[in-house]
């Protein structure tokens, strides 16, 4: 099919013929490249679900932990008397 969009070539790995086993039982019919091209929304989709999870789970532990250290006043100006210009 005519594109004007840039075009990759992936090799079948072992891992990747494993995929698009499987992707062929989710989307019967569908090309072997479109196989691909849906394995890679999918992968993408579940990697910013990650990302997201983990910026979640950072944020959770940050606001447990807000308030909880008691530190000397003056405590982060002395600290960054110490930092190099």
């Known amino acids: 099919m005519a594109t004007t969009l840039p075009r990759i070539q992936v090799t079948q790995t072992p891992e990747l013929a494993a995929g698009l086993e ?3 039982k989710e989307w019967p ?3 072997r490249s479109e196989l691909v091209a849906r394995l890679a ?3 993408s ?3 910013a679900a990650k990302r997201a999870a983990r910026r979640s789970e950072r944020r959770k532990v ?3 932990t807000r308030g909880k250290f008691n530190y000397p006043p003056n ?3 002395d600290l960054r008397k110490e930092w190099p210009e």
Do not use: C, N, P
Request: hydrophobic share 45%.
């Open 22 to 24: 499987l992707a062929e």
């Open 29 to 31: 019919g569908a090309s």
């Open 41 to 43: 929304v999918a992968g």
């Open 45 to 47: 989709e579940t990697l």
């Open 62 to 64: 940050l606001e447990e």
């Open 75 to 77: 405590y982060l100006d």
